[in-house]
T-cell receptor
Framework: GENVEQHPSTLSVQEGDSAVIKCTYS??????FPWYKQELGKRPQLIID???NVGEKKDQRIAVTLNKTAKHFSLHITETQPEDSAVYFC???WGTGFQKLVFGTGTRLLVSP | SAVISQKPSRDICQRGTSLTIQCQVD?????MFWYRQQPGQSLTLIAT?????????ESGFVIDKFPISRPNLTFSTLTVSNMSPEDSSIYLC????????????FGPGTRLTVL
């Protein structure tokens, strides 16, 4: 089955810096890659996603890049703010028959003022 | 995105008892998913509930322990049976978007503590 690895597990940056979180997946058949942000005590919220026919997608301060050949995708956050502090999960959609999301292990991002 | 609610939001239960968690969506959805998130961990899929058919369980999860109902296109329940402290976790339901079946949204979760 699919396996998603995520690095780093924790990331501390200063406000205004950029943050990059990287994920790799194992099955080249995976075709959809969302990123979720989970604040403490809250539900995971979809912040951006990318499909396998696209190499990069941007939404204001966040962007996702996908390298299908290397089977990795990354989340980029520019001009970080304290409210970006949260746990971020990457995922890959995979499956024979019906498809399901397989999640990475999560990255705890701390943005210090 | 769909509006998803769960009941209860949290509960404290005794070992050996069962708890049924409800998930309600404000629009009709084909696929509903149940996840477990243990403290400080990632999300693990328990099962997929498709209306009108038996739920499909992931490796390590069995119907006797986590029976699921899906009576219609807006509602599902997950029961955690014969609970032990190891079942203490957050249980989340999730649905596919009506406009994009790739996209999934999550309910607020049910925080379960088993004593």
């Amino acid at each position: 089955g699919e396996n998603v690895e995520q690095h780093p597990s924790t990331l501390s940056v200063q406000e205004g810096d950029s943050a990059v979180i990287k994920c790799t997946y194992s099955d080249s058949a995976s075709n959809y890659f969302p990123w979720y942000k989970q604040e403490l005590g809250k539900r995971p919220q979809l912040i951006i996603d990318i499909r396998s026919n696209v190499g990069e997608k941007k939404d204001q301060r966040i962007a996702v890049t996908l390298n299908k050949t290397a089977k990795h995708f990354s989340l980029h956050i520019t001009e970080t703010q304290p409210e970006d502090s949260a746990v971020y999960f990457c995922a890959a959609k995979w499956g024979t028959g019906f498809q399901k999301l397989v999640f990475g292990t999560g990255t705890r991002l701390l943005v210090s003022p | 995105s769909a509006v998803i609610s769960q009941k209860p939001s949290r509960d404290i239960c005794q070992r050996g008892t069962s708890l049924t968690i409800q998930c309600q969506v404000d629009s009709q959805v084909t696929m509903m998913f149940w996840y477990r998130q243990q403290p400080g961990q990632s999300l693990t899929l328990i099962a997929t509930a498709n209306q009108g058919s038996e739920a499909t369980y992931e490796s390590g999860f069995v119907i006797d322990k986590f029976p699921i109902s899906r009576p219609n296109l807006t509602f599902s329940t997950l029961t955690v049976s014969n609970m032990s402290p190891e079942d203490s976790s957050i249980y989340l339901c999730s649905v596919e978007s009506a406009t994009s079946t790739d996209t999934q949204y999550f309910g607020p979760g049910t925080r379960l503590t088993v004593l």
